[in-house]
C-alpha cells in the first residue's frame, strides 16, 4: 500500500506532469504560423494551415506577423477577402482582435470554452457586394446591417467601409455573436447585442483587456426622451427585440450597448452579468427580468435609478479588467 506522503508526491508529480504537457500545447499554438494565398477564382485566404492540398497548384506565402499583444491562439481562424486588399498588418490585427473578444468571454465572463467556435470570416469589397454574396449564400440580406454572423456555416460576413477601422470592430462585434449563439443561444437579444458592442471596443493593454466607451453609442443616446424603460428592454422577447431594433434604427442596439457599458463598469454589476449569461449558458430560457430581481441588488427598481444616476454622469472612462 502506498503511504499518504507517497500519495501527495503522486499526485505532485501527475500535476507537474500535466503543467508541462498544457504548456508545450501553448507554446506550439503561440507560435503557430499564419498563411497567405489565393485560390482559382482570385481570392485571397489567410489561415494558420498551409493550404497546400486543397490548392496544389498555387504558391503558399507565409506570413511574418507579431502578436504580441495577445497569447489565445487555440481557436481556428481564417480570414478571405473577396475583391479587396487585406494587408498582413491588417490580418494580424485581425486575429488579434478576435482572440480578445476569445479572451473576454473566457477571461472576464468564465464561459470556459468546452468546444472550439472556429471564426470563418469573409470580407467583401463594398456593400453591394455583401448584399450579393448573402443572397447567394442564405438567399436573403439584411438591410443597413454592416455584417452579419451566420450561425449555419460559421461563418462572419462583412463589408470594407471607408472607415476600414470601422470595419475591424464590426468584426469583433460578430465574433461575439459568434460565441454567445454557438454556447448560449437563449440569450436575450439586449444582452446578447448590448455585449457585441462592448467588444466593438475592446483591446489589451499593457497585458489587461481594456473596453473603451462607445462614443457613437454615446451620442445616439443622448435623447432620453425616445429611451424605451429599462424595464420593458429588459423583458422584449427576442422576436420583438429584433423587430423593435430595426424600427428604432438601431437606438435600441445603441441603449443595450450603453447598459452593458454601465454593468461591466462596477465588480457588482459585472458579477451580475456574469451570472445571469451563465444561466443562458446552462440553457436557461428564464426572462431576464425575472433574473434580474433574483440576482441584482435593489432588484429591477435599483437598476433603474442607478442607471439614471450613471447617465447623468457622462463617465467616459474605460473599463480594465
Not at 120 to 140: E, H, P, W
Request: one cysteine or more; a positive charge.
Amino acid at each position: 500500500m502506498f503511504s499518504i506522503r507517497e500519495c501527495k508526491l503522486t499526485r505532485l508529480i501527475n500535476t507537474v506532469l500535466v503543467c508541462v504537457l498544457l504548456m508545450g500545447a501553448m507554446m506550439s499554438v503561440v507560435n503557430a504560423d499564419i498563411y497567405r494565398w489565393v485560390d482559382d477564382k482570385g481570392r485571397v485566404h489567410f489561415g494558420d494551415k498551409a493550404e497546400t492540398q486543397k490548392q496544389p497548384n498555387k504558391p503558399v506565402e507565409k506570413v511574418e506577423v507579431k502578436i504580441a499583444d495577445s497569447q489565445w491562439q487555440r481557436f481556428d481562424i481564417s480570414v478571405t477577402s473577396i475583391d479587396v486588399s487585406i494587408t498582413a498588418e491588417e490580418t494580424q490585427r485581425i486575429i488579434r482582435d478576435v482572440n480578445n473578444v476569445y479572451a473576454f468571454y473566457d477571461e472576464v465572463m468564465y464561459f470556459d470554452f468546452y468546444k472550439t467556435v472556429p471564426v470563418s470570416i469573409t470580407i467583401l469589397k463594398d456593400k453591394a457586394g455583401y448584399n450579393r454574396y448573402l443572397q447567394k449564400v442564405i438567399g436573403k440580406t439584411y438591410g443597413s446591417s454592416r455584417g452579419v454572423y451566420l450561425l449555419k456555416t460559421n461563418e462572419i460576413v462583412v463589408y470594407m467601409r471607408s472607415n476600414r477601422n470601422g470595419t475591424f470592430e464590426t468584426i469583433k462585434h460578430e465574433t461575439s455573436h459568434a460565441i454567445v449563439d454557438s454556447i448560449a443561444e437563449y440569450t436575450p437579444g439586449w444582452l446578447n447585442e448590448g455585449l457585441a458592442e462592448q467588444m466593438e471596443k475592446i483591446e489589451r493593454n499593457e497585458g489587461r483587456l481594456v473596453i473603451h466607451r462607445h462614443q457613437e453609442n454615446q451620442q445616439i443616446i443622448k435623447n432620453k426622451s425616445t429611451m424605451l424603460a429599462l424595464r420593458k428592454m429588459l423583458d422584449l422577447h427576442n422576436a420583438q427585440w429584433r423587430k423593435n431594433n430595426i424600427s428604432s434604427n438601431s437606438y435600441l442596439q445603441a441603449q443595450a450597448g450603453e447598459l452593458l457599458f454601465y454593468l461591466l463598469s462596477s465588480s457588482p454589476r459585472k458579477s451580475f452579468v456574469v451570472r445571469i449569461l451563465q444561466e443562458y449558458k446552462r440553457g436557461s430560457r428564464t426572462r431576464s427580468l425575472y433574473l434580474v430581481r433574483d440576482n441584482y441588488i435593489g432588484d429591477i427598481g435599483g437598476m433603474e435609478t442607478g442607471w439614471e444616476i450613471w447617465l447623468r454622469q457622462k463617465n467616459s472612462e474605460p473599463i480594465a479588467f
